[in-house]
């Protein structure tokens, strides 16, 4: 299977060391998911994608950006393939609008179920679909069930608002394909919807089989002293609901990071406010 990686910051901050840097960084976990690479980052309010169907270790232009980018939202897809050819259209993350998405996952007998999550995506969408990927189906799967509630233009919608458009399109989709597994390591034919999905302001991740952890402060941090951000919940678990940053990984990173492992079925989100809210299986 694939790994993500997400994050949402208050402020502009680089991920080379989650990228790169780290004993278990995605460029590392390269070597078992050498079927490309992906990074959507947000700058001036806009997603910018950067995506190759090369190897992230073989491919020197996955450590070039890297190294480069600094946002406040940034989704990243290290992947091994399950459904649809090795090319750059089946690459994650993918995009419409503002909206980007990554999906560590499968659904058992694609091809039965496929014309039927086709059908039900709105027709205004459904041209966009470049690729022949069971994730690129559950992207705009999603998007049509927020499109039915917001417009897809709209980046003030809160983590709650998001997340029932969230839950009614797993629910309808588990309708469809059946139960996503609740074991990681079931196997490569089994149904997994674990990813994440932003607008650059807006991100959600939702826990759908596969492993997700996330992180929302560090044990020390280096920049604790200067950072005009930094508060007490950089430190520690939030006493407000409110965070600073909050990271989403398929493995815990190596750092200063503490790790939380997601519930099956949980979905964590934060909107422009920064609040953390943990919603609970469908």
């Known amino acids: 299977m694939c790994r993500l990686f997400g994050f949402r910051s208050v402020i502009q901050s680089q991920v080379h060391q989650s990228l790169i840097d780290a004993d278990n960084a995605l460029l590392e976990q390269s070597r078992r998911h050498p079927d490309g690479w992906g990074v959507a980052f947000y700058a001036a309010g806009a997603p910018h994608i950067i995506k190759s169907e090369k190897s992230a270790l073989e491919d020197h232009l996955f450590t070039k950006v890297s190294g480069i980018v600094s946002s406040e939202s940034v989704i990243a897809h290290i992947r091994k393939a399950t459904k649809g050819k090795l090319n750059v259209l089946n690459t994650h993350p993918f995009q419409y609008g503002n909206w980007t998405f990554a999906h560590n996952g499968n659904i058992k007998d694609f091809e039965k179920h496929k014309d039927e999550i086709k059908v039900r995506i709105a027709p205004a969408l459904r041209r966009y679909i470049l690729g022949d990927t069971d994730s690129e189906l559950i992207f705009f799967f999603i998007l049509t069930h927020i499109s039915e509630k917001f417009p897809l233009t709209k980046n003030d919608i809160c983590s709650d608002s998001l997340a029932k458009r969230v839950k009614s399109a797993v629910k309808e ?14 196997g490569p034919s089994e149904t997994y919807i674990t990813f994440l999905i932003t607008n650059g302001v807006t991100m959600l991740a939702h826990h759908g089989g596969k492993q997700l952890f996330f992180s929302t402060y560090k044990t ?11 508060s007490v919940e950089c430190h520690g678990p939030t006493k407000t609901g409110y965070i600073n940053h909050l990271i989403f990984s398929s493995e815990p990173l190596e750092g200063n990071n503490i790790w939380l492992a997601m ?12 609040k953390l809210n ?5």
């Open 263 to 274: 519930d099956p079925g949980e979905m964590i989100g934060v909107d422009w406010q920064m």
């Open 173 to 186: 989709l588990v309708g469809i394909v059946g139960e996503y597994s609740q074991i990681d390591d079931a």
């Open 220 to 230: 020390d941090c280096p920049e604790a002293n200067t950072c005009t951000s930094f």
């Open 278 to 282: 943990r919603y609970q299986k469908v």
